[in-house]
């Protein structure tokens, strides 16, 4: 009776399919923490694990630890864990995608993303912290103290199955389809991007031949990359950073396609182009990626007016120094603040309108009119944030103000809270050439002297006294009485 109520209460509803496999999770419910039954479950269920896993031999090449070598003490613990709890839950999971690619690359994997056959619902209700996000994908996020692995049901063939949706040119715009392990690995973009990683067995499976990409270092498509560029075109830029970042060549097949293309990155959302651009900037590869992107036209599309910034010899300068200072910061460990980053690949757009506006209004009203023009002309193809754009706003509005170098407004200048961003933008221009080199060296001086050294560095002021007007003699009252 005690039992009954207790079960009514603590255990969570479940589907007839999941319910085996559930109730024999000894950490997450209540019940199964004590029950003998449990540990027995656990122990079928792992076992239907490898029966399931031994189902892909005949599909994928399966890699084992001695030939692959992968370190497991380079796993996060919260990916071991999330693993751990769906296959003691029944469930097929794999580490999967850029962290295995990463690990047999012998690099640090910046995430862990976790593939399963438990559904959304599923792997929300095996883990107590998490939660479903996302619409055109359905992911959980399972969260173990501050970090997130991101667990994805395996996706099916989109072109078989009911709920996936196109667009006229071929784009997949909803996607929500569940399928084996063996589609889901179809479906990933690069050969090197589609191996399973069990910690448990530690063992790879490889569908596409990755691993044998990866010893020889190639970027391959997998499947015919035309249909795959067309279904995604954010995959061009994909191969783009990820070669540029992991120093492989783009296989013919999978790079002639991409120039023909890249139109057709215009028809991204702008918002999931930011987030691949940042990418792209952050990778710590961004020259390189740059360029490449600029070889096969794929930067038309991207920035807008980046390709009228890059093509101006000055404006080239000045963007290649800023990426090249960015890819120096990151190789070293340091943070990159994408606002001045994006700060300063949009800062020659907005000289040249800045010049247009100069003609018709005084030179700091014209500039905050530049401003606003070049950031709303991105923002129809490039969604950046309206918190960058605010810190972005802050770096340019603040350059004029370098120029005064009199009375009390260096002073004023150097207690603002952006000034560091500021004053290294400053720099930036003096080594492109910009403006003269003397300005900078005399903020450094400055901002490093003393007192009275600082008062002693200022510059006389020479500009023409504003007069002021005399007030108006009010019209005397007894006028015409007398
Ligand atoms: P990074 O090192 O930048 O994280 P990544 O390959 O891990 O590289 P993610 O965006 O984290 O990139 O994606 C994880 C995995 O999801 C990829 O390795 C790939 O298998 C798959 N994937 C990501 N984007 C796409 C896409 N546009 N088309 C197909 N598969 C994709
Ligand atoms: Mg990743």
Redesign the pocket.
Known sequence: MIRKLFNKIFKPRLTKSTRSNLESQPTETALSRTSNRSALNVKSNRKKTVDKHNNYRDSATVIPFKTHQIDRSLLSNAALKTIDGLQKAGFDAYI????V??LLLNRHP??F?VATDATPEEINRVFRRSRIIGRRFRLVHVLFGDETIEVSTFRGHHETKGDAQTNESGRIIRDNIFGSLEEDAT???FTI??MYYDPTSQEVLDFHHGFADIQTGVLRMIGKPETRYAE?P??ML?AVR?SAKLGLTIEPATMSPIAKMADLLQDVPPSRLFDEML?LFLSGHAVESVSVLRAQHLHHGLLPMLDVVLEQPMGERFVMLALENTDTRILSGKSANPSFLFATLLWHEVLTAWETYKTEAPPIPALHSAMNEVIATQAEKLAIHNRFTATMKEIWGMQPRFEQRTGKRPFALLTHPRYRAGYDFLLLRCESGEVHAELGEWWTAFANADAETKTSMLQTDTAPKKRRKKPRKKPSSNVGTS
């Open positions: 999967v995608g850029g962290a690619r990463d910046k995430d993303d479906r990933r973009d991007n589609a995604d954010v995959r994909r990820l990418k």
